[in-house]
């Protein structure tokens, strides 16, 4: 009997970081956060004596070192980025200078897939072509294949997937390297598709680029990722950082700046102290097939959704499992060619947040598993408070709007408690609550002061951004507009969290990456609950009194203006009024790198010769009318014996009309070629009396004359 392959992580050559300078920086960061969070706790904590305590204090004191805890932390994160870029640049850690003065042809073939669900196929496979073509740039496109994994259920856009891939193949001469599958069942979600994939395909390949639907990557930065990947052998996951880009609404303009100003602070303090122990974020990301085909097999979580069963948000697991088998997970900060897209709305944004919510929130059954390294429980934690914190936040106010209360309505004189504050730095009540608020604000707006300041006084930084008037101008409306946001949101978690806890299980919906705007009546129902708390909250607060009211304005307004601030920032038409002053814009909008010019001008999909989009035969319709297109579908699928089953649902949809079938069934038909071959026959051969109008009307729609195409640009 042969041994079985050892799969454990090279141990030859040098480790890029070694155990104790990566002992030393997590000390020191995580230090830094204990010490300060723990320094405001104790304020609070007198503070409270001083006042004296009440029951309800002790909760408040709880729920306070936890919040202020995750405000430390982000803010450090920020601190100690500012600290890498601007002060310590020399020692900045960065794997991909491994890479550096390689060349050559690659030594081993990598692939890049796209797993795509109800996607609009046109755009997906404009980004596959930019992709294609920029890595083809580089010279080295021999070593790439790439893959359209669909996990479509709309029938009609499974037809029009093949329809533009094969489109995209003929006019790339991309056949043989690129390809497109259809899962039959989409088992497991995107983690199944992923491995369906990996078992089927993955041992002919070192690595897996893995893309989102909206992902888009630069050829060159491709190349460096994979040459690094070929150069580390302890590396089992590559994670890139991806930049939001083509927000044309508020909302998704917003979220561009913010990310784009703030983010690589943010990026550099993570990879301060992660070092090789990062996360993945199941995107824009390069896997080593052979670690991860291994461990990263999810196993079902016990009981039953939400809780148990398959494990949505399923990254942060792999690159638990892979970091916890001594492979190396990296944050590649410096790759810049890397980009995705955002949900157009605020709507959008929270519904996509509630899958991620179930996903986060069923790490609780993982963090505390043996054999995690302290990297590994600290993303897992991240993530789960990136939710838990909303309801803690909520019920902080809660209990701080029950204190305020307690002490109006009894009319209570503050007792003269001994306070060490007082003792120690001579500051009376205000004076000590004005020094911890005062603290509060600035953990919570020193990342973007750093930010501003960083790129006001670097004179790239600040051309790229439109100059220094559009980043401040930027920078204050994101500011006071994210200031609205924050109450709606901590209340949508809120009752995200609540439903899960309740049993309420997500399912699994495509994503809306374009729209016109919310309606005013969508807004109002989906904003119901945070504005009906505003209502009840700001007449509580005024009872109370009119300060605690002032104190409290931020948070109410928010509330209050949940439905107003949601339509306002999904429009377009205030977006590219926006955009015309240079406010919110970002470097790629402003200076498209090329990899999105090739993207926006890419139409390879696109050939009326082929084409399952037209009116009266679109689609499933199609598939079985057009010649080609029947053609195309039929050459996909495995060639099997007409059954008297198949040939009664044929004749069936051809008499009585596709819509007579359940969808069960019309997919069943769709993957019998046979049946597709004789009903294409039967439509073009049979009298419009013999067949359904549906068929007799997309038969005539070939007599009426196209309209012309659109003369292209010279």
């Not at 609780?364 to 990297?375: D, E, T, V």
């Not at 002032?550 to 109410?556: F, K």
Request: charged fraction near 20%; hydrophobic fraction near 50%; glycine fraction near 8%.
């Amino acid at each position: 009997m042969m041994d079985p392959p050892d799969l454990s992580p090279p141990g030859s050559g040098p480790a890029l970081c070694r155990g104790v300078p990566t002992f030393l920086r997590r000390t020191l960061f995580f230090g830094s956060v204990l010490i300060v969070n723990l320094a405001a706790s104790l304020w609070l904590a007198d503070l409270f004596w001083r006042m004296g305590f009440q029951k309800a204090h002790y909760p408040l004191l709880v729920i306070f070192v936890l919040l202020n805890g995750l405000l430390t932390l982000g803010s450090f994160h920020a601190i100690f980025g500012a600290f890498d870029i601007f002060v310590a640049r020399k020692r900045s850690v960065r794997i991909t200078r491994l890479a550096e003065g390689r060349t050559g042809p690659l030594e081993k073939r990598h692939a890049v897939v796209m797993p795509v669900y109800n996607e609009d196929s046109i755009r997906v496979c404009a980004r596959i072509e930019a992709i294609y073509q920029s890595i083809k740039a580089t010279g080295h496109l021999e070593s790439f294949d790439f893959f359209i994994l669909s996990d479509t259920r709309d029938l009609d856009l499974w037809v029009l997937e093949e329809t533009a891939w094969t489109n995209l193949c003929r006019r790339l001469g991309g056949f043989g390297r690129i390809y497109y599958r259809r899962r039959k069942t989409n088992e497991n979600r995107k983690a199944g598709n992923i491995g369906d994939f990996v078992r089927t395909w993955g041992g002919g390949y070192e690595a897996m680029l893995v893309l989102d639907a909206d992902s888009l990557m630069d050829g060159a930065e491709i190349v460096k990722m994979a040459r690094v990947m070929e150069a580390y052998p302890r590396l089992g996951i590559l994670q890139t950082p991806p930049k939001l880009i083509r927000g044309a609404s508020v909302f998704t303009r917003l979220q561009q700046f913010a990310m784009r100003l703030y983010g690589p602070l943010f990026i550099r303090g993570l990879n301060y102290w992660q070092l090789g122990g990062g996360s993945y974020w199941g995107h824009n990301a390069l896997i080593r097939l052979k670690p991860f085909s291994e461990y990263c097999e999810l196993p079902a979580l016990p009981g039953r959704e939400p809780f148990g069963g398959r494990i949505l948000s399923h990254d942060f697991v792999e690159a638990a499992l892979m970091v916890a088998e001594g492979w190396e997970v990296w944050l590649a900060w410096d790759i810049e060619g890397t980009y995705e897209e955002a949900p157009p709305t605020l709507m959008d944004h929270l519904i996509r947040d509630r899958r991620w919510c179930q996903g986060n929130l069923q790490h609780l059954w993982l963090i505390f598993a043996r054999k995690l390294p302290f990297s590994v429980r600290m993303h897992l934690f991240m993530g789960i408070m990136a939710y838990l914190g909303s309801p803690l936040w909520f019920l902080f106010l809660l209990l701080g709007t029950w204190i305020a209360w307690e002490r109006f309505s009894s009319d209570l004189s503050q007792l003269p408690f001994e306070s060490y504050v007082e003792r120690w730095f001579g500051f009376n009540g205000i004076e000590q609550s004005l020094v911890l608020t005062g603290l509060i604000f600035l953990l919570l707006f020193l990342p973007k002061i750093l930010a501003v300041i960083g790129a006001v006084f670097t004179a790239g930084i600040r051309r790229s951004f439109g100059g220094l008037l559009p980043i401040l101008a930027g920078t204050l409306l994101e500011t006071l507009v994210s200031m609205l946001l924050a109450p709606c949101i901590m209340a949508a978690h809120s009752v995200m969290v609540m439903s899960i806890i309740l049993g309420r299980a997500v399912g699994w919906g495509s994503q809306n990456r374009e729209t016109d705007g919310t309606a005013w009546g969508d807004a109002m129902r989906f904003h119901a609950f945070p504005t009906l708390l505003g209502v009840v909250w700001t007449v509580a607060a005024m009872e109370i009194s009119h300060t605690f009211a002032a104190w409290m304005a931020p948070i109410l307004l928010g509330l209050l203006l949940s439905a107003p601030v949601s339509v306002w920032t999904s429009r377009s038409r205030y977006g590219k009024a926006l955009a015309r002053h240079k406010i919110l814009a970002t470097p790629e909008e402003l200076n498209p790198p090329e990899v999105i010019r090739l993207a926006d001008q890419a139409n390879a999909a696109i050939d009326p010769a082929l084409d399952a989009s037209v009116n009266d035969r679109r689609g499933v319709v199609a598939a079985v009318v057009d010649p080609y297109v029947n053609g195309v579908h039929v050459s996909l699928l495995e060639h099997t014996e007409l059954t008297a089953a198949g040939e009664a649902l044929a004749e069936r949809c051809l008499t009585a009309g596709p819509a007579a079938l359940s969808k069960n069934e019309l997919a069943e038909l769709l993957y019998l070629a046979p049946a597709m071959l004789m009903m294409h026959r039967a439509v073009w051969l049979r009298s419009a009396e013999g067949i359904h109008s549906v068929w007799s009307h997309a038969v005539e729609s070939y007599r009426r004359r196209r309209e012309p195409l659109p003369a292209e640009p010279s």
